[in-house]
């Protein structure tokens, strides 16, 4: 990296532009954490707290049975669940096990839960009671040779103590959802597995075998065109990300998390939970969002660190209840996924001295690519490069690099990008460039960089909807709504949202059979069909829609006519 970067003027004095990370796997991070903090909280979870020894014990646990039932080293197992201590201990278990995790959100569908099993070649998932039939749907309707041979399934009051129920850390909409016990769903051709039973079975765990350059994590992300690619992550992109986190954030032994970005989400694996557990941290984990239970947690359990979505914030200080939250103890607020409106940033600044610390990344950089410095932090902008991250910006077209404050599209190199796309060559070629003799990555984000060295984000190259942090990616919905009988022809565009800063909407030719259905009949049968977060929030039917001489739906224009129409 150039020497010269003008952001190192600003750069923390404490710490190096580079770090050397250990050249071990994740698991290690657990394994030494427990053995110098046995009986240190590791997990809150409703009050009950699982301690670093307690938790290591059920990850070996875990990776025993797992082992038992046929996953083998490089295998991908499908992990699909909200925040709970489970999903915790089975990301590392399956990483214990010399496997690979395969996050999976769980808002997503039957339909969009086939790609996710049959892409990574899964034989193996594990997820809650709530969310299994989902997944066994999806397996039995896959072809005999591509389903799903075992499926372990966990119900959250596994551990859940129901008495914590009754108290504040418990929102009321969330008690028949969590306390609810769920039968085990058929698996056509394979086996289903309760949780407790396969961790009472102590089977060893195998040999650790894996290191530093075997892949860890397969998160999968959309784009443009078809279904969602997997982003090949080998154990030390992660591991590079969570000790350059540890240090940046200056994480330690007492710091205490609250853990409520999903630990699905890059953000939520890396900068969240494998960062606090490389610290020996505290997570103090929220399934779901709720602002009074958030609130009741941060003053509670002495919430230090606390990585959001602006939406967060913002409710959060709209609560009625605000007044009688205790936010003193919070040392570090921050994330990224959407801007936060420089109001509100400005108001933590002048009522607690919280500086909110904006950062950019993406699935492929393993989380921050860009973090603002904690010392010199600017509003509503994506930071500087991350620790070891040589960016640029450089035209699209000629890929030539724009001096200071000129446009066009942010090219990321360093050690947490990733390896490439699973069983995708051709998109892992195009997302590549040489540049000054190292390989980079094409973001598909227009941003700028000021004279200080900072980035900034100006424009939309990628086709994509920001709803609250949540990246959707039009392509993608628009080929489940092509599956509804009524549709002819979709198109998916954005639309301003006051709460949310993005909503989807969808742009509807109708069959000439099927006149008669309505917009509210589309967005059911999407709530069935996709994660609730793709579903239109709006639905506008027209008789054509825009197209180019080649035939292709030209969506700018819909979406400039959209914008023009919010202003």
Not at 179 to 208: F, I, K, M
Not at 299 to 326: C, E, G, Q, R
Request: aromatic fraction near 8%; charged fraction near 20%.
């Amino acid at each position: 990296m150039p020497a010269d970067r003008p952001h190192y003027r600003f750069w923390p004095k404490r710490l190096p532009h580079a770090i050397t990370p250990p050249a071990t796997s994740l698991w290690h991070n657990l394994a030494t954490s427990a053995q110098r903090y046995p009986d240190k909280p590791a997990l809150v979870y409703f009050d009950r707290v699982t301690t670093y020894r307690e938790l290591a014990g059920q990850v070996e646990a875990l990776a025993g049975a797992l082992h038992g039932l046929g996953v083998r080293r490089g295998d991908r197992v499908v992990l699909d669940m909200q925040n709970t201590p489970q999903l915790v201990v089975a990301h590392f278990a399956i990483l214990r096990a010399n496997a690979v995790v395969v996050p999976v959100n769980p808002m997503n569908r039957a339909e969009e839960l086939k790609h996710y099993i049959r892409d990574p070649d899964a034989k193996v998932a594990i997820t809650t009671g709530d969310l299994a039939g989902e997944l066994a749907k999806a397996s039995n309707a896959l072809p005999a040779g591509e389903r799903l041979a075992h499926l372990v399934v966990t119900q959250f009051t596994d551990a859940l103590d129901p008495a914590a129920a009754q108290g504040p850390s418990m929102a009321p909409a969330w008690r028949d959802w969590l306390l609810a016990r769920h039968e085990l769903p058929a698996l056509d051709g394979g086996e289903v597995h309760a949780w407790t039973d396969l961790l009472a079975r102590s089977a060893p765990a195998p040999a650790h075998e894996v290191g530093a350059d075997d892949m860890a994590l397969l998160p999968y992300t959309s784009g443009t065109t078809g279904l969602p690619k997997g982003c090949i992550h080998l154990h030390r992109s992660l591991m590079h990300n969570a000790v350059s986190g540890q240090m940046w954030g200056c994480a330690h032994p007492d710091t205490v998390v609250l853990a409520v970005v999903p630990m699905f989400h890059i953000t939520g694996i890396v900068s969240m939970m494998h960062t606090a557990i490389l610290a020996a941290a505290a997570l103090v984990i929220m399934p779901r969002w709720d602002r009074d239970v958030a609130g009741h947690l941060i003053s509670t359990w002495k919430v230090t660190s606390w990585t959001n979505i602006p939406t967060m914030v913002i409710d959060l200080l709209a609560s009625p209840h605000f007044k009688n939250y205790d936010l003193s103890s919070l040392v570090y607020i921050g994330g990224g996924g959407a801007a936060m409106p420089q109001a509100v940033a400005q108001r933590l600044l002048d009522g607690f001295g919280l500086a909110y610390q904006e950062g950019y990344g993406l699935t492929e950089t393993a989380a921050p690519s860009h973090s603002n410095p904690p010392d010199h932090p600017k509003q509503q902008c994506l930071g500087m490069p991350f620790m070891g991250v040589d960016a640029r910006v450089v035209d699209p077209d000629t890929l030539q690099e724009l001096p200071p404050g000129e446009s066009g599209e942010i090219i990321i190199h360093g050690p947490q990008v990733f390896e490439g796309y699973w069983k995708r060559p051709d998109a892992t070629a195009s997302a590549f460039i040489e540049f000054e003799g190292k390989r980079f990555f094409r973001s598909g984000d227009m941003g700028r960089m000021d004279e200080e060295g900072y980035f900034f984000i100006t424009d939309r190259l990628k086709r994509m909807i920001n709803a609250s942090g949540f990246k959707v990616w039009p392509a993608e919905v628009e080929l489940l709504m092509f599956r509804h009988p009524a549709i002819q022809e979709a198109c998916v565009i954005a639309t301003r949202d006051a709460y949310r800063g993005e909503s989807v909407k969808a742009v509807v030719v109708l069959r000439p059979s099927h006149k008669d259905t309505t917009a509210e009949e589309i967005v059911a049968w999407c709530r069935e069909n996709m994660a609730a977060y793709k579903v239109p929030r709006q639905v506008q039917f027209v008789d054509v829609l825009p197209k180019s001489g080649s035939g292709k739906v030209m969506w700018r224009l819909l979406q400039e006519a959209e914008d023009g129409a919010k202003q």
